[in-house]
């Protein structure tokens, strides 16, 4: 093979990529004791696997659904063909076009009805599991009235997870949406809305020689008894396909001893569409997507493992000049990936999925002040006696 074909193959390779991994953001790369398996648990492909020190996504096995994606806390995984950037581009014409009334639906669904709709107002995904709360609201903040989301038969469909997801991404859309004193605007429907069909005159329909009657009939059976046919051509169709991983070691540690921390664009993004949409008129707000945690002063020995670990930074440690030390947490960079509460040593942290919606506004945070470290516990071999010497905190401790 010559050098060309040989770097055309891997380019080749390159662009077939359905899911994108980004090593580092797993909490379970950054922490084997992390209890995160949400992507693996939503995939019913089971195409996600964890080795020693990284995720590994089956390209044989993935038919790039992009539900992992969605439901990963971190945006370790992110959905390819489309992008994130593709589909809301895709998304803004289907708002403008179908003049506030855009519609999102799966293959499946328009596999039966190809030819009858008017494609400048749908987006098609290969499962609703695509969709997330960022594009949802960002459609909304850029003059979308509803955005109709149109399920097939995901009961009975075999990737039955993406149907689950997008209700609660429907449901956490919506209640944000109320949160900013905008009434719901996401639906989702059993059928394409009327309006996105091309309808047959009444009469006979010349292409297809049915009355207008019949071809409705037909539409409301096609979609039943086609989807889950429609949903293993596409795993057919991704057969083969590669999925890329990036070097799995992660050991840089920043100045202060911390793992290097960054927020996923997604929630960035969702942040600057409420923004847009309203003012929060409530005082607190429960949804899947921030967390709130307490740390029981008590319980707390000060180690600081937390800010360690913390993927986003948003528990931070503080050290003021007075010697008053401890940590921050700042709600609005907190993706509950439960990271920080799996990992302490003395089980003094908890999260509520609650949040106060000025923490989300106005960035607003806590304050944990700690008392000075306190004798390690009589664990020689526990995680915290482990990484007390690791980080330089002296001996590990002996009866
Ligand atoms: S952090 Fe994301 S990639 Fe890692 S286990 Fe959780 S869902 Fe999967
Ligand atoms: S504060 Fe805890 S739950 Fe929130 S992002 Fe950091 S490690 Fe995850």
């Known amino acids: 093979m010559s050098k060309l074909s040989t770097i055309l193959g891997l380019l080749e390779k390159i662009e077939s990529v359905d899911i994108a991994v980004h090593q580092e953001r797993c909490v379970v790369v950054r922490n084997r004791n992390a209890s995160c398996r949400r992507c693996a648990e939503a995939c019913t492909s089971g195409a996600l696997s964890f080795t020693s020190d990284e995720l590994v996504v089956s390209s044989e096995l993935c038919i790039g659904c992009g539900t992992c994606a969605t439901v990963c806390p971190t945006c370790a995984l992110e959905a390819q063909r489309p992008n994130d950037a593709e589909l809301f581009a895709q998304s803004l014409r289907a708002v403008e076009s179908s003049q506030g009334k855009p519609v999102i639906a799966c ?5 039966t009805i190809r030819g009858y709709y008017d494609e400048s107002h749908i987006v098609e995904v290969t499962c609703l599991g695509r969709l997330e709360e960022s594009l949802l609201c960002g459609m909304v903040a850029n003059g979308a009235d509803t955005v ?44 394409v809305p009327d309006f996105a069909l091309r309808i047959p005159e ?11 009657r019949e071809f409705f009939m037909q ?7 086609t989807a889950v046919t429609a949903v293993n051509a596409k795993s057919d169709e991704y057969l083969g396909s590669k999925t890329d991983t990036v070097d799995a070691r992660y050991k840089k540690v920043t100045r202060d001893g911390t793992l290097p921390h960054f927020v996923p ?11 847009v949409i309203g003012y929060p008129a409530c005082e607190a707000i429960e949804t899947r997507l921030w967390g709130h945690i307490g740390i029981d002063e008590r319980l707390c020995t000060s180690c600081r493992m937390c800010a360690t670990f913390c993927p986003t930074g948003a528990i931070m440690k503080f050290d003021d000049e007075d010697g008053v030390f401890g940590v921050e947490h700042y709600p609005t960079d907190c993706v509950h990936c439960r990271l920080c509460a799996d990992i302490c040593p003395q089980g003094a942290i908890t999260i509520s999925h609650t949040v106060p919606t000025a923490a989300l506004a106005e960035g607003l945070y806590d304050r944990f002040e700690m008392a000075a470290v306190k004798d390690p516990p009589n664990q020689p071999k526990s995680i915290y006696n482990r990484m007390y010497a690791l980080l330089g905190g002296g001996q590990v401790y002996e009866r």
């Open 107 to 111: 293959s499946s669904v328009l596999d």
């Open 219 to 225: 539409l409301k059976d096609g979609i039943k008894t």
């Open 265 to 275: 664009n997604r929630r960035e993004r969702l942040l600057d569409w409420l923004s």
């Open 148 to 191: 109709y989301l149109v399920e097939g038969a995901c009961d009975t469909c075999p990737h039955t997870t993406g149907h689950t997801t997008v209700s609660l991404v429907c449901d956490t859309a919506n209640s944000l949406m109320r949160m900013c004193e905008h009434e719901d605007s996401i639906e989702l429907v059993c059928e």
């Open 202 to 212: 009444e009469g006979r329909c010349c292409s297809t020689g049915v009355s207008r």
